[in-house]
């Protein structure tokens, strides 16, 4: 099974910005959808933005649109997160992972849920202040 290693979370003030990394040893990287999700104390995992197999389409959470952007390497097998003008709601811990399909998280939903995913890698924590 794939493993996932994320990493570049911190503790920053609202308004600031943060890139978050995600290196995967899957050999089928660059065939999947790649996805960022993040669990906020006491609340579910949640979808947060989704990128294709090529990086030619990606898809956003409500909430982040606009602030967030998606992005992938795959001659690196690695996915990216940045995040501007970030608000003490986008505090929880960040989780890659990697999609079912090479269109989206899951078969049927580009979201997933994070439900229909079994292992994840130890995340990173972003801490916003006001």
């Known amino acids: 099974q794939a493993q996932l290693v994320e990493s570049g979370g911190g503790s920053v003030q609202a308004g600031d910005s943060l890139r978050l990394s995600c290196v995967t040893s899957g050999r089928t990287f660059g065939l999947k959808c790649m996805g960022w999700f993040r669990q906020a104390p006491g609340k579910e995992r949640e979808f947060v933005a989704a990128?294709?197999?090529?990086?030619?389409?990606?898809y956003y959470a409500e909430s982040v649109e606009g602030r967030f952007t998606i992005s992938r390497d795959n001659t690196k097998n690695t996915v990216y997160l940045q995040m501007n003008s970030l608000k003490p709601e986008d505090t929880a811990v960040y989780f890659c992972?990697?999609?079912?399909?090479?269109?989206?998280?899951?078969?049927?939903?580009?979201?997933?849920?994070?439900?229909?995913?079994?292992?994840w890698g130890p995340g990173t924590r972003v801490t916003v202040s006001s």
């Open positions: 992972q990697i999609g079912q399909t090479s269109q989206g998280m899951g078969a049927d939903n580009v979201q997933g849920p994070a439900s229909i995913f079994d292992s």
């Open positions: 990128i294709n197999y090529s990086g030619g389409r990606t």
